[in-house]
């Protein structure tokens, strides 16, 4: 009898990490290993516009490509253009890019959107929207959160040392764009951190602190470093996350000495007091992860923080197949010392559409995943539903497959919900993107746009 022995279908094999060589990039030919390591060198070199990229990448990519850009930037991008050197860095990592395969890199997709890639026909969801998770509307004091009963986020800046195409937060983060004018912080930081600070001590509910932004990275180390020993003197806090991409978008300003040590205070108050500080960072792509990035990570476990783990966000032409997924899941547990947490859903932003996946991907992906990591590395596919929060994605109570709406409930009130009695009974709607519906669903939908007017 022949035996046929079929393929799995995702085959793993580790692969080791590796740092892209910056100097196959035209601009960067001359820049030296220190250069290169260095935090400072790398903010000053960031690129900030076409001109900038222009001069990095040169005649590697043709005119086509910088004027897709430019009109981007002028007519859709809800996010200003800020990538460190690093990030660039990973686009294409193992040649030189030309024109072809710079536009189809996965990381190039969300860091650096431009017009041809946005969806001609519903570049955003009807019912999309600035702040689609209302965090806004749930501040309780200037920059804190609070949706979930014991948990709340405090954003302590709106500014990150690079910008994601995709941000949830585009209505916060960053610098204005021509499509989006930001709202902004009005307070000093002091006293924001100060009315932060007054809440949480008068919330002894609140266990729960994220940390965030924008990008702690771009908190000045004396400032966060004291904002987090007021959260580690409140004794009703007991876990403590910091949120920064910049753990893999510029590792170098973790490896500073200066951060390092002011980590490994706050990390042995921490562990004193019995509080779990953990660093949560977000990693779409299996490419952004270098040695740089690994070191970052293990720098930052070896003083003393308890757990480094990844929000990823799921995209279109980024990482939505169960291949790049377990890739890049992998990477982070195998090779860098990042737990697979959770991949998102894209929100429903604006000129969001061509990277949203419908919940019914979703489903699949999180089915197709299953059973070749670690239980505890494998990360759960979330949505987080407009004024629920995150669910798992299999937790859908009613699914419109035509339409494309799921329906979600929820277990708890967030802040703003005090006084209404009905909200544990109501199904909240979440929508998939059109283009990935039904043809009649599709028509539906139009029809439903030409009568909004
Ligand atoms: S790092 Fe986070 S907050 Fe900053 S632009 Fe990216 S997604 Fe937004």
Redesign the pocket.
Same mark, same amino acid.
């Given at each position: 009898m022949t035996e046929h022995r079929l393929a799995q279908p995702y085959a793993y094999r580790r692969q080791e990490l590796v740092e892209p060589d910056w100097t196959r990039l035209p601009g960067w030919r001359g820049v030296t290993r220190e250069q290169w390591e260095s935090a400072q060198w790398q903010r000053v070199n960031c690129v900030k516009n076409v001109r900038q990229l222009r001069a990095v990448l040169g005649s590697c990519v043709d005119e086509r490509f910088y004027a897709d850009l430019a009109d981007d930037q002028e007519r859709l991008a809800t996010?200003s253009m800020l990538l460190p050197p690093q990030m660039i860095n990973t686009m294409v990592p193992h040649a030189v890019p030309d024109t072809e395969s710079f536009y189809a890199d996965p990381v190039r997709r969300y860091m650096l959107p431009v017009a041809s890639d946005r969806h001609p026909v519903w570049p955003s969801h009807p019912y999309a929207s600035r702040d689609s998770l209302h965090e806004h509307d749930m501040w309780v004091a200037e920059g804190l959160t609070h949706r979930y009963p014991t948990k709340v986020l405090a954003e302590l800046l709106s500014t990150?040392p690079?910008?994601?195409g #995709?941000?949830?937060?585009m209505d916060l983060?960053?610098n204005s764009t021509p499509a989006v004018d930001k709202l902004k912080l009005s307070l000093k930081p002091v006293d924001r951190y100060d009315a932060m600070i007054t809440y949480l001590k008068a919330h002894p509910g609140v266990r729960d602190v994220v940390v965030s932004?924008?990008?702690v990275a771009n908190v000045p180390w004396r400032n966060l470093e004291s904002f987090l020993m007021r959260l580690l003197d409140i004794g009703t806090i007991r876990d403590i996350r910091l949120a920064t991409?910049a753990l893999a978008?510029l590792p170098q300003h973790w490896l500073q000495p200066d951060v390092v040590e002011g980590l490994e205070r706050v990390a042995r108050t921490a562990a004193r007091r019995g509080v779990n500080l953990a660093i949560h960072t #977000?990693v779409n792509h299996v490419q952004s992860l270098t040695p740089l990035v690994a070191r970052a990570t293990q720098t930052a476990l070896e003083v003393g923080v308890r757990d480094v783990r990844n929000q990823g966000v799921l995209m279109r032409g980024v990482n939505a197949s169960a291949a790049e997924l377990l890739d890049l899941c992998f990477a982070l547990q195998g090779e860098a010392g990042i737990l697979p947490y959770y991949f998102y859903m894209c929100d429903m932003i604006p000129n969001a559409e061509h990277w949203r996946v419908a919940v019914w991907q979703a489903q699949q992906l999180q089915h197709d995943i299953m059973g070749y990591l670690p239980g505890y590395a494998t990360p759960r596919i979330v949505c987080d539903v407009p004024f629920v929060g995150k669910r798992w994605v299999h937790m859908v109570t009613e699914y419109d497959r035509e339409r494309g709406i799921s329906y979600w409930t929820k277990n708890y009130r967030t802040s703003i919900e005090a006084d209404d009695a009905e909200v544990l009974e109501r199904r909240y709607p979440y929508h998939d993107p059109i283009d990935t519906l039904p043809e009649t669903g599709q028509r539906w939908w139009q029809k439903e746009a030409v009568a909004a007017g």
């Open positions: 996010m990150c690079q910008y994601c #995709h941000c949830t937060r983060v960053g932004g924008g990008d991409k978008g #977000h």
